[in-house]
C-alpha cells in the first residue's frame, strides 16, 4: 500500500511540475530558452516513467486503455524510429541539436508522456485540476509578456514582439492559443464563481499578450479556432441556449472586426501599428511569403526523391541544401525546416509518417463529434437523477467538445506557417490525452464505471513482494541510464561549452573545456565544434600566443570536424564551414575538397560559389574562379552580392570593361558605392577614375545624409574619411572639427576617432 502510494504521487507531481516548464530559462547552458526546458521535461519524464511502470505491474488499474488515438500515436513514433534508422543523418534525427532539440527522443519522450497521462488520469475532476495548474503556470508566463511590454523585461528577439520566456514570439503565440482554448474549455464546465472569473481573465489577457507577438499565423489560426467552435455551438448546441448566444454575438463580432480591417487596412492608424501593419502586408509579393513558397517547393521535391519514408526526422537542411533556389538569397542561408507541417512531416517521415500524423487529428476529431452527436442525441430529461450517470453525460457534454475542435483547428492551421516546439509538442500531446479520455471513458461507463483512486490501495494479488522489488531496481537501473545518456551528460557538455566561450580571455583554459566537451562524446559536438573555428582562428591570429598553443588548437579542431564529417558526411553546411576555415589557415588543397563536397551537396547555393571562387583566386587558378563566380551570377541576376562578387572578380583579372557593364545597373545604388572592396580592388588595378567616382559618390551620400538627420555623428566621420581620400583635406579637416565640436560626451569613442583622424592629416 505505502509503495504504491509513493508511486502514484511520484507520478502525480511529476505530471504536475510540466505545466511550469515554459518558465525555465537556463543560462548555464547554450540557447537559453531552448535547452533548459527540454532536458527537464526529459528528466521529469523518465523519472516518472520507471515510476508508473512499477505502479502498472503493482496496480493494473493504472494501465492504459486502447483507442485508436493510442495507435496512431506510437503507429507514428514506429514509422519516425525507421525513418531515423534508414534516414541520411540518422544521429541527427535521434538527437537533434541544441537549437531545436527535438528529433526522435523528444518524439518518444513525447509518447511515453501520452501514455503515462492515460494511464493515471481516468477522472474527470483530475484532468481539471490539471487544466487548472496549467493556466495557473500561463498567467505567470503572460505576465512575464506584459512586463516586457510596460519596458520593465527586455524582448529576447529584439524589436516589439513579446516572446516572455519562451524566447520567440511565435512560439509565445502558440502557448496563448492553448490557454485561450483550455480556459473556454472550463467555462462549460464550471459553476464557482470566482473561477469562471479566472478563466474568463485568462482568456481576456492571454488574446491580449496574444495580439502584441504579432504572429500572423497563430493569430489567424485563433480567429478560424474561435469562427469554427462557434459555429458548432450555434449550429449544433441545443440544450444551452445562453451559449449560443454568446457564440453567435462572437461570430458577429469577429465578421464586423474583419470587415472593418479590410476597408481600413491602408488607413494611417493600421499602418503605424507594428501588429495591424504585419497583417496588411499579407501578400503574394511579400518576401516572407514568397520564401514560404520557395521552402515549399523544395520540400515537395525532397519527398519525391524519398516518398515512403523521408530523410529523417530533423533532417530538412539536406534537402534545403540539394534543392535551394537561389531566389532565397533575401533570407536567412541555411533552413532546418519548411515552416509547414504537412511539408516537414513529409520530409522527414515521408508519407507513412504524414499519414499517421493526419490520422492522429482525423480520428480525434472523429471522437469529438461524436461527443457532440451523442450529446445532442440526448435530452437533458432523459438524464438520470443519478449522481453517477449525470457524470457520464457530463463527460460527453458537446458544447465543450466543440471548443476542443477549436483549439484542434486553430493548431493545424498555425502549424501550416511554423513549425513545432517542445512547448506546444506537450500542450497538443496533452489535448490527445484528454480526448483519448473523453473517449474511453464514455465507452466504459456505458457498461460500468470505475473509479480508480477507489482502488489505489488494491493490488494484483498474484504479484510477489519480491516480483515488486525486482521490478523497481530493474527500472531504477534503466532510469539511472537515461538519465545519464540522455541528459547529464549532454547537459555537462553544453555547460562547458559556455565555459569555453566565457574564458576566451584565458586560450588555456578555454581549450581544456572544449577538450572536455569532445571527450563527451555527446551530440554537442557539432555545435563545440563549430564554436571552436571561430576560436581557432582568432588564436591563429594573435601574435602573443605560443605557437605550441597555436597547434593545440589547430589539431583538436581539424580533429574533431574529421570526425563531425564523418557522422554528418553528406550536409553541405559543415562541408562549407570547414572548407572555409582551411580556406583562410593555408590549408588550400583540403579547403578545396570540403568546399566541392559542399557543392555537391548544394550546388546552386551562391555563397558556397563565392567561397570557392576565394579560394581559386589563392590557387592561381583565376579561370575556375571565374567561372564560379559568373555561374553563381547567371543563377540569380537579381542578388546584389552575386552581380558584385563577379564584378569584383573581373578587375581582379583586368577585365574592367566587362565589370562596369556587370555593375551598371546598380552604379548609383549605395550598396555598389559603399562598399570597400570596389575601392581597394580598383586602387590595385590603378582604375584611379573609378576611385574618384566612388569616393564623389560618397560624399553626396553622406552630405545628403547629414542634412536629412544632423544629429548622425558617424556620417561627418565617414564623409571626412572619403574627402580626404579624394584628396580634398580642408574640406574634411572643416568636417572633423564640426564633429569634435558637436558630437556629445557620451559618445566619447566616436570624437575619439575623429581626433585621431584630423591629426593624420
Not at 579 to 607: N, R, W, Y
Not at 641 to 668: C, F, H, Q, S, T
Request: net charge positive; glycine share 6%.
Amino acid at each position: 500500500m505505502r509503495i504504491s502510494r509513493f508511486l502514484y504521487f511520484g507520478v502525480l507531481i511529476g505530471l504536475f511540475i510540466l505545466p511550469f516548464l515554459p518558465l525555465g530559462i537556463s543560462t548555464s547552458m547554450l540557447f537559453p530558452f531552448i535547452t533548459g526546458k527540454n532536458f527537464a521535461f526529459r528528466i521529469i519524464v523518465e523519472i516518472i516513467a520507471a515510476l508508473w511502470v512499477v505502479l502498472a505491474f503493482w496496480n493494473k488499474d493504472y494501465r492504459f486503455k486502447k483507442s485508436l488515438v493510442f495507435f496512431l500515436i506510437w503507429g507514428l513514433i514506429i514509422v519516425a524510429s525507421l525513418a531515423t534508422i534508414l534516414g541520411v543523418d540518422p544521429y541527427n534525427s535521434f538527437w537533434s541539436n541544441f537549437e531545436r532539440m527535438d528529433g526522435l527522443i523528444t518524439l518518444l519522450h513525447l509518447a511515453v508522456l501520452f501514455t503515462i497521462l492515460i494511464s493515471v488520469f481516468k477522472e474527470e475532476k483530475i484532468w481539471r485540476k490539471y487544466l487548472y495548474t496549467t493556466l495557473l503556470a500561463n498567467l505567470l508566463v503572460v505576465f512575464y509578456g506584459l512586463g516586457q511590454l510596460m519596458g520593465l523585461a527586455q524582448i529576447h528577439q529584439g524589436g516589439v514582439r513579446l516572446d516572455a520566456s519562451l524566447g520567440n514570439a511565435a512560439y509565445l503565440a502558440s502557448y496563448c492559443v492553448f490557454h485561450i482554448f483550455f480556459a473556454a474549455y472550463l467555462i462549460f464546465h464550471e459553476k464557482n464563481l470566482g473561477l469562471k472569473s479566472f478563466l474568463v481573465f485568462s482568456i481576456v489577457i492571454n488574446t491580449f499578450v496574444l495580439y502584441f507577438t504579432a504572429t500572423r499565423g497563430a493569430i489567424l489560426g485563433f480567429l478560424g479556432g474561435i469562427i469554427l467552435a462557434c459555429i458548432l455551438l450555434v449550429v449544433k448546441n441545443h440544450r444551452h441556449h445562453k451559449f449560443r448566444k454568446i457564440a453567435f454575438s462572437i461570430l458577429v463580432g469577429v465578421a464586423v472586426l474583419l470587415i472593418i480591417f479590410g476597408i481600413f487596412k491602408d488607413s494611417a492608424f493600421i499602418q503605424s501599428s507594428p501588429v495591424l501593419s504585419r497583417f496588411s502586408s499579407i501578400s503574394m509579393t511579400e518576401t516572407t511569403t514568397q520564401s514560404r513558397f520557395l521552402i515549399w517547393q523544395m520540400a515537395w521535391q525532397g519527398f519525391r526523391e524519398r516518398p515512403i519514408l523521408g530523410w529523417g526526422p530533423g533532417n530538412f537542411s539536406y534537402v534545403f541544401g540539394k534543392y535551394y533556389n537561389p531566389l532565397m538569397w533575401r533570407q536567412e542561408p541555411w533552413f532546418d525546416r519548411a515552416h509547414n507541417v504537412i511539408f516537414d512531416w513529409m520530409v522527414s517521415t515521408g508519407a507513412l509518417g504524414l499519414l499517421m500524423y493526419l490520422l492522429i487529428f482525423a480520428v480525434s476529431i472523429f471522437y469529438l463529434l461524436k461527443n457532440i452527436y451523442q450529446s445532442n442525441k440526448d435530452s437533458f430529461e432523459e438524464v438520470s437523477l443519478n449522481k453517477k450517470n449525470k457524470r457520464v453525460k457530463e463527460k460527453g457534454d458537446g458544447t465543450s467538445s466543440a471548443v476542443l475542435l477549436g483549439l484542434l483547428a486553430a493548431y493545424f492551421f498555425q502549424n501550416l506557417f511554423v513549425f513545432d516546439n517542445l512547448i506546444s509538442y506537450l500542450l497538443f500531446f496533452i489535448v490527445l490525452a484528454y480526448i483519448h479520455f473523453l473517449y474511453t471513458s464514455t465507452r466504459v461507463n456505458a457498461g460500468k464505471e470505475e473509479n480508480t483512486n477507489r482502488k489505489l490501495i488494491k493490488t494484483d494479488k498474484t504479484k510477489t513482494s519480491n516480483s515488486i522489488w525486482t521490478t523497481l531496481i530493474i527500472s531504477g537501473l534503466f532510469l539511472s541510464l537515461f538519465l545519464y545518456k540522455f541528459n547529464f551528460k549532454p547537459i555537462g557538455a553544453s555547460q562547458d561549452i559556455i565555459k569555453a566561450l566565457n574564458f576566451s580571455h584565458n586560450p588555456v583554459i578555454s581549450l581544456e573545456y572544449y577538450k572536455k566537451v569532445f571527450a563527451a562524446e555527446t551530440f554537442a559536438n557539432q555545435e563545440a565544434g563549430e564554436q571552436l573555428l571561430g576560436k581557432t582562428l582568432t588564436i591563429l591570429q594573435d601574435k602573443i600566443i605560443s605557437g605550441e598553443l597555436k597547434n593545440h588548437y589547430l589539431n583538436l579542431a581539424m580533429t574533431e570536424w574529421d570526425k563531425n564529417l564523418l557522422t554528418h558526411k553528406n550536409n553541405p553546411r559543415a562541408h562549407f564551414y570547414y572548407g572555409t576555415f582551411l580556406s583562410k589557415i593555408g590549408k588550400h588543397d583540403e579547403a578545396l575538397v570540403h568546399l566541392a563536397h559542399a557543392k555537391e551537396f548544394s550546388p546552386k547555393k551562391q555563397m558556397i560559389r563565392f567561397e570557392l571562387a576565394t579560394l581559386y583566386f589563392k590557387l592561381n587558378r583565376a579561370d575556375m574562379a571565374m567561372l564560379e563566380l559568373e555561374e553563381a551570377f547567371n543563377l540569380e541576376p537579381n542578388y546584389p552580392e552575386a552581380r558584385k562578387m563577379y564584378a569584383l572578380g573581373a578587375i581582379i583579372v583586368g577585365e574592367n570593361n566587362l565589370a562596369l557593364e556587370i555593375i551598371k545597373p546598380i552604379k548609383d545604388n549605395p550598396d555598389y558605392f559603399l562598399d570597400d572592396r570596389f575601392i581597394y580592388y580598383y586602387t590595385q588595378a590603378g582604375e584611379k577614375k573609378e576611385v574618384d567616382y566612388l569616393l564623389e559618390k560618397r560624399i553626396g551620400y553622406y552630405i545628403d545624409n547629414i542634412t536629412n538627420n544632423p544629429k548622425n555623428f558617424e556620417n561627418y566621420l565617414k564623409l571626412a574619411e572619403a574627402q580626404i581620400s579624394l584628396g580634398q583635406n580642408n574640406e574634411g579637416k572643416k568636417n572633423l572639427e564640426m564633429m569634435i565640436e558637436l558630437v556629445p560626451e557620451e559618445q566619447k569613442a566616436l570624437k575619439t576617432k575623429a581626433q585621431n583622424l584630423l591629426e593624420t592629416i
